[in-house]
C-alpha cells in the first residue's frame, strides 16, 4: 500500500491535521502537504472528495476560508497572532 493510500484511509475515517497524518503514516510533516495536493486532483476520478476544514485564528477566530495551501498560516493578518489551529482534512464520497 502505497503513502497515498494509507493517507486516503487514514482521511475516511475522521479529520486530521497534517501532524496527525505525519505521524500515522510515518513520513515528515513537509512531505504531507504534496500528497495532500495529489490527492485532491485524483479523488475525483474515485468519485471522493479532499474536504479541507479552514486554519482558524485562536486570538480573533479568523477562518482562513478559500486557502489554496495545504499548510498551516504562520500568522494571522488581522491581528498578527502566531496561534492558529491548523485546517484538517477528511476524505468524503463525491
Known amino acids: 500500500m502505497t503513502v497515498r493510500d494509507q493517507i486516503r484511509e487514514l482521511l475516511e475515517l475522521r ?3 497534517t501532524l496527525q497524518i505525519s ?5 515528515p510533516q513537509g512531505e504531507v502537504a ?3 495536493e495529489h490527492l485532491a486532483r485524483s479523488l475525483p476520478h474515485q468519485g471522493l ?13 479568523l477562518a ?19 496561534r492558529i ?4 482534512f477528511s476524505v468524503r464520497p463525491g
Not at 505521524?23 to 513520513?27: H, L, S
Not at 489551529?85 to 484538517?88: A, D, G, H, N, T
Request: a positive charge; one cysteine or more; hydrophobic letters at 25%.
Open 15 to 17: 479529520p486530521h491535521t
Open 23 to 27: 505521524q500515522a503514516v510515518g513520513i
Open 34 to 36: 504534496g500528497h495532500l
Open 49 to 61: 472528495v479532499l474536504e479541507v476544514e479552514p486554519a482558524s485564528c485562536i486570538a480573533c477566530e
Open 64 to 82: 482562513f476560508e478559500g486557502r489554496k495551501r495545504m499548510t498551516k498560516p504562520s500568522r494571522c493578518p488581522r491581528c498578527r497572532s502566531e
Open 85 to 88: 489551529k491548523p485546517p484538517r
